[in-house]
């Protein structure tokens, strides 16, 4: 069996605050966007080993046990039978973007041996499973626009269509860790719900919605910072950093014409 996890983007972030256990509470509102991996299960009878593990694409330079494909797949196999099965991974999201690449592929990989192996398992146990595989994971289970409070992990459904915009994504040759992200924040609670300001027009969105993690990663990256700036100049409705960086989107009311470095990743697409 086949899927396509595909990564999502963060319309605005607010980091509300700091958790004793060291993670934050957040606002955000995650948006799916068709940009895909592709994963395959293939049962394998005569397999000795639980499962074989190939990939190609983008080099993700982990061992097979620390792709979070294997650890979906043990955290399932913890809880459920599963017989020895092949899984190739065919990477094309960039990772380190704040698109949630790694968190969609875990999550699919659950979806997909549930369906594979027809598991007596709810959509809620999935989430739970999820969740304890990232923080951006349980969303992926859903997959559908929402509006995400929590650690990013409680989700409410939100109606957001953008079928009329084209998207345009920048990923610059640009790790940025997550956790130092966290770091470079000072909380502060938001004075108005990201669900109420979505429903304000895309083009007035730049004025009230942002991303809490931009200015200081822009202070360390300006490189990033530009890229919004010259979505803005090509005609962008709306442009902001996805979750911590380092990739950018536009949306768009005409297909754009960019002119970015090549050491970026543009992708372009009409939603
Ligand atoms: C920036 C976002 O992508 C926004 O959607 C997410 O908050 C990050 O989610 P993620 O990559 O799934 O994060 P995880 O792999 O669970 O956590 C990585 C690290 O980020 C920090 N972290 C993550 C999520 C959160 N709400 N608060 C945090 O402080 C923690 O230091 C954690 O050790
Ligand atoms: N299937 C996978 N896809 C991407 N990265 C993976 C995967 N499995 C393990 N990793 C490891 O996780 C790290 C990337 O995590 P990171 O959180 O930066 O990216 P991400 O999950 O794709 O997206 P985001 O930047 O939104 O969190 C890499 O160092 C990589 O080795």
């Keep these: 069996m086949i899927c396509y996890p595909n990564a999502k983007i963060n319309i605005g972030l607010n980091v509300v605050e700091k958790r004793p256990d060291g993670y934050h509470n957040l606002e955000t509102i995650f948006f799916p966007i068709p940009l895909t991996d592709a994963l395959e299960t293939v049962h394998n009878p005569e397999s000795k080993e639980p499962y074989l593990f ?52 875990g999550a699919f990989m659950l979806n997909l041996l549930k369906k594979e192996f027809e598991l007596d398992v709810t959509e809620e146990e999935l989430q739970e499973l999820a969740a304890q595989l ?32 084209y998207i345009a994504l920048i990923k610059p040759p640009i790790h940025v860790s997550t956790p130092d992200a ?8 938001s004075s108005h719900s990201l669900t109420e300001l979505i429903q304000l027009p895309v083009e007035q969105w730049k004025h009230h919605i942002k991303n809490d ?19 803005y100049e090509a005609g962008a ?22 002119n970015m470095p090549p050491s970026c990743f543009t992708w372009i697409k009409k939603l």
Excluded: W
């Design 237 to 258: 409705s709306y442009a902001c950093m996805s979750g911590s960086g380092s990739s950018v989107f536009g949306l768009f009311k005409t297909e754009p014409s960019l």
């Design 54 to 105: 190939s990939s190609s694409g983008i080099d993700i330079d982990a061992k097979p046990e620390e792709n979070i494909c294997i650890k979906a797949f043990e955290l399932l196999k913890a809880n459920y039978e599963l017989p020895p099965v092949n899984i190739h991974l065919h990477k094309m999201i960039p990772f380190g973007a704040g698109l949630g690449g790694g968190s969609a592929d």
């Design 213 to 231: 993690f931009e200015q200081s990663v822009f202070a360390k990256y300006p490189e990033i910072g530009k890229i919004k700036m010259e979505l």
């Design 182 to 189: 966290y770091r470079g924040i000072t909380p502060t609670p």
């Design 134 to 165: 990232g923080a951006d994971c349980a969303f992926f289970i859903k997959n559908k626009p929402s509006y995400a409070t929590g650690i990013g992990n409680i989700l409410q459904d939100v109606e957001l269509d953008l079928s009329d915009y």
